[in-house]
Structures are given as C-alpha cells and as structure tokens.
Nanobody, 124 residues
Framework: QVQLVESGGGLVQAGGSLRLSCAAS????????MGWFRQAPGKEREFVTA????????YYVDSVKGRFTISRDNGKNTVYLQMNSLKPEDTAVYYC?????????????????WGQGTQVTVSS
C-alpha cells in the first residue's frame, strides 16, 4: 500500500541538472523496490533506473548511465533521481514506481504502484 507523488521537474537548458523527488506515503515504503520510468511524446514508456529496498544494487538504462543517479532515503520515505548533463532526448514525463519484487525491475509490468508523473523539458 504505497502512494507516490513526483516533483522537481521543469525546463532546463542542455547540459544542466535537475533532481526529481518521489514522496511516498504508506507504512511499508522500506519494503519496496523503486524505479523511475519516462515517456516521451509518441514513444512507449521506458525504464530509466531502479533501486532495491536495501538501497543496492542499482540499475540504469545505457542511455543515462554515468549521468543519472538514483538514491533513496527510507527515513524520509523519498526516492531521488539526480540528472546531470541533460540532453534534449531526455525530455519526457518521468514516473516513479514501486514494487515488492526484487528482480525484473526494468519491466513496467513488475510495478504495481505509480505516481502521476513530472514533466522534464530540456532545450537545445
């Protein structure tokens, strides 16, 4: 039983940085693996990164590896996505998701809880 709300999106110039937050409500947050997905106009929702309830290991899609970092603070019931060196192709609605699974975290179907999304727009 988890409710998720994303924040921190906005408009940024290419090469800039943003930090997204996903605030969770519920008494069992620390038992969930957490993921970030994104969906650009005309494209399918794609996996970005995920982190297990233990805080590690982490997983990243190749296109963001080295630029994005996922982290979580179970004491604050919050998951973060630090995005550096942003590119126009990163423009999308970013969604936070939660699952009780520990494997298959790159699949959207593994997640039972989703936030409403936050828009990230990167200008060239």
């Amino acid at each position: 039983q988890v409710q998720l709300v994303e924040s921190g999106g906005g408009l940024v110039q290419a090469g800039g940085s943003l930090r997204l937050s996903c605030a969770a409500s519920g008494r069992t947050f620390s038992s969930y693996s957490m993921g970030w997905f994104r969906q650009a106009p005309g494209k399918e929702r794609e996996f970005v990164t995920a982190i297990r309830w233990s805080g590690g290991p982490t997983y990243y899609v190749d296109s963001v590896k080295g630029r994005f970092t996922i982290s979580r603070d179970n004491g604050k019931n919050t998951v973060y996505l630090q995005m550096n060196s942003l590119k126009p192709e990163d423009t999308a609605v970013y969604y936070c998701a939660a699952t009780t699974a520990a494997f298959g975290l790159s699949r959207a179907g593994a997640y039972g809880y989703w936030g409403q999304g936050t828009q990230v727009t990167v200008s060239s």
